[in-house]
């Protein structure tokens, strides 16, 4: 969501609540002091505590494995059985505050790691008597990752119960933790990627940004050309089955997502590519959207938005292929439940998220709801009322992901994602600015620190995320398997041996983000990395609010473009591209890819031939 959006937002409130000719300082004060009051006869949606047990147990379990179906045998057996977890939630309470390590592994009282790590449970194996790094048992890989994810569940169960102020019954626990883990096989079972021993699972996550969005689409647009170049050919020349498994995006970044997804659909490459040109350098704004053309009070009354996204819904009616839905890239689109708060990520291979019985064209509409869901912007646009999900349409008010999660990163953390490149449409900091003049200088610099700390406080987040759970890998591996002296144990817990990877990428990986300084957590640096692309901090010119204008987008996506192959050969690394074609097209200069890029876009003026400046909804 962009500073100029909400300050337009926040303008057109104060306008609607206080009347024009009444808008003077006093008013303006009481009408931000006036809480809403509640309205009886429709009372905020309440999540239930089971409800709330379920969605962390699910959270806490879902991950990357090597074999989904056998991994979702030993969910279903935790949530048929849970007594471990329920038992070590109650043992850290009883210990809040004091030494709670008895309550993980304790001789007089065995805890978890004694019940679950080293001893059998939920139809797991027991550890085997000897491991080798360099032809590793896959289904140990799995029970390691597994184990390590479901200790997490007591104090996470634990917090909640302190959140709520209110312990939950034992049965209550037991429930939410049988239908969380229950939602987590079934995701497991039905998501068409999954864990590969000699390949990382590659993740790309888009920020959101309106037009801004052209700059990543301009990066996405060059990466897409290598692979298109290098796929499903043999070395040395090709890069094989190089792939993007999981594509997450918020607004902007969730349309630009759909085209990575329909890009990994046979027969559907070029076409992909097309789109991100099409949609990112030659749209106006009468191509996306209509505008509620009515009084300003009436959005005191009954008008919920400025515009209403029926452009965007028939662009992707076009674009999204029945294919799309069973291929191997998962797609992510991130919006915000307002009533409730929660973040949404809706994806095109959960069963959480669609009925059972749902047709493709079924499955396509959800899906274009929860794309247009992660667009609209509060006040800006009408929202969207209605989510797919398992057991029928989830009804309320959803907008644009970026007001919770406008990088969301956490998304591949929590699916398990090894490999990340994550494309922001925005500098690391916010820009500078002048001492502010005026209240609405104020305001509007406040605006620009609001709008950038969620995208960089989830990112830290995320990468802290996902260093503790391979950490929490680690040390199951090493309660499982026990240390000698020849190393090897060591080098199968830290995934370092040959089988584990490439050659290309043995070597030790930092598997934190540069702004932690030198640091390092060598026991998971193979298990995770990143890579980050910000919109360089120069002097080009930025979209505002919902404006579309091909002057303006055209010079972002050439310098995505650029930035891109600037940053080429880190990105083959980094997704594990091989083959001579990806080499020499990285080791082209960035100046001479650029101009290639910029010879293949429409005029500005053809873009904007024929077409009206503003259409009015019906």
């Known amino acids: 969501m962009s500073r100029n959006a909400v300050l337009s937002s926040l303008v057109l409130a104060a306008l609607a609540l206080g009347g024009c000719s009444f808008m003077k300082t006093d008013v303006l004060l009481d009408t931000l002091n006036k809480p809403t009051p509640p309205d009886p006869s429709s009372p905020p949606a309440r999540v239930t505590p089971v409800e709330r047990v379920a969605s962390l147990t699910r959270a806490q379990l879902v991950d990357a494995y090597v074999d989904p179906r056998a991994v979702a045998g030993w969910m279903t057996g935790l949530g048929n059985a849970p007594a471990l977890v329920l038992d070590m939630t109650q043992c850290l309470l009883d210990r809040a505050g004091g030494n709670s390590g008895g309550c993980y592994e304790d001789a007089a009282h065995p805890g978890f790691i004694d019940?679950?790590?080293?001893a059998p449970a939920w139809g797991m194996p027991r550890a085997p008597t000897s491991v080798n790094a360099n032809s590793p048992d896959p289904v140990e890989v799995d029970a390691q990752r597994f184990l390590a994810n479901a200790m997490t569940l007591a104090p996470s169960l634990m917090v909640l119960q302190q959140s709520l102020a209110q312990s939950l019954t034992r049965e209550e626990l037991a429930t939410g933790i049988k239908l969380g883990a229950a939602s987590a096989a079934r995701y497991m079972q039905?998501?068409?990627?999954?864990?590969?021993?000699?390949?990382?699972?590659?993740?790309?996550?888009?920020?959101g940004g309106g037009a801004n969005g052209a700059f990543s689409a301009g990066a996405v647009w060059r990466l897409l050309g290598i692979l298109q170049q290098c796929r499903g050919k043999p070395a040395p020349e090709g890069c094989g089955d190089a792939r993007i498994d999981l594509a997450a995006g918020t607004s902007t970044g969730a349309l630009i997502s759909t085209m990575v997804d329909l890009f990994h659909t046979p027969g559907q490459e070029q076409a992909a590519r097309d789109l991100l040109v099409s949609n990112y350098t030659c749209t106006v704004e009468s191509d996306l959207y209509c505008v509620n053309s009515t009084w300003l009070w009436n959005l005191a009354k009954n008008t919920r938005g400025l515009v209403r996204f029926d452009g965007v819904v028939s662009k992707l009616d076009a674009a999204i292929q029945p294919g799309m839905l069973h291929?191997?890239?998962?797609?992510?689109?991130?919006?915000?439940?307002f009533p409730t708060g929660d973040v949404f990520g809706i994806s095109d291979q959960d069963p959480a998220d669609f009925e059972p019985e749902a047709s493709d064209l079924e499955r396509k509409h959800g899906l274009t709801q929860a794309i247009v869901a992660s667009i609209v912007?509060?006040?800006?646009?009408?929202?969207?009322?209605?989510?797919p999900s398992r057991s029928g349409k989830r009804w309320s008010a959803y907008f644009d992901g970026g007001v919770r999660s406008g990088l969301p990163l956490l998304q591949a953390v929590q699916r398990g994602a090894e490999r990340v490149l994550?494309?922001?449409?925005?500098?690391?900091?916010p820009p500078m600015a002048a001492k502010p003049a005026h209240a609405?200088?104020?305001?509007?610099?406040?605006?620009?620190?609001?709008?950038?700390?969620?995208?960089?406080?989830?990112?830290?987040q995320a990468e802290l995320a996902a260093v503790t759970r391979r950490l929490a890998e680690y040390n199951v591996c090493a309660l499982r398997l026990g240390r000698d002296d020849t190393g090897n144990i060591e080098a199968f817990c830290r995934r370092t041996g040959t089988a584990f990877q490439p050659h290309a990428l043995r070597a030790p990986e930092a598997g934190i983000p540069l702004w932690m300084g030198p640091a390092r957590f060598e026991q998971v640096a193979t298990s995770w990395r990143t890579s980050w692309m910000f919109r360089p901090e120069n002097d080009l010119a930025s979209a505002s609010g919902y404006a579309f204008s091909p002057d303006v987008m055209q010079p972002l996506f050439v310098q995505g473009v650029e930035t891109f192959q600037k940053r080429c050969l880190e990105v083959l690394t980094l997704f594990n591209i091989q083959g001579t074609r990806a080499t020499q097209e990285c080791e082209r200069g960035p100046q001479e890819v650029a101009a290639e890029a910029r010879a293949a876009l429409p005029s500005a003026a053809q873009c904007k031939q024929g077409k009206p400046e503003r259409r009015t909804c019906d």
Do not use: C, Y
């Open 440 to 460: 609405m200088d104020v305001l509007m610099r406040t605006l620009d620190l609001f709008v950038a700390q969620p995208r960089m406080g989830e990112v830290q």
């Open 327 to 337: 291929n191997d890239t998962e797609l992510v689109a991130v919006s915000v439940d």
């Open 377 to 387: 912007e509060p006040v800006l646009s009408d929202p969207v009322e209605a989510l």
């Open 115 to 118: 019940r679950a790590v080293k």
């Open 190 to 207: 039905a998501r068409t990627w999954h864990r590969m021993l000699q390949r990382p699972s590659n993740a790309l996550v888009l920020s």
């Open 422 to 429: 994550v494309i922001s449409t925005g500098g690391l900091t």
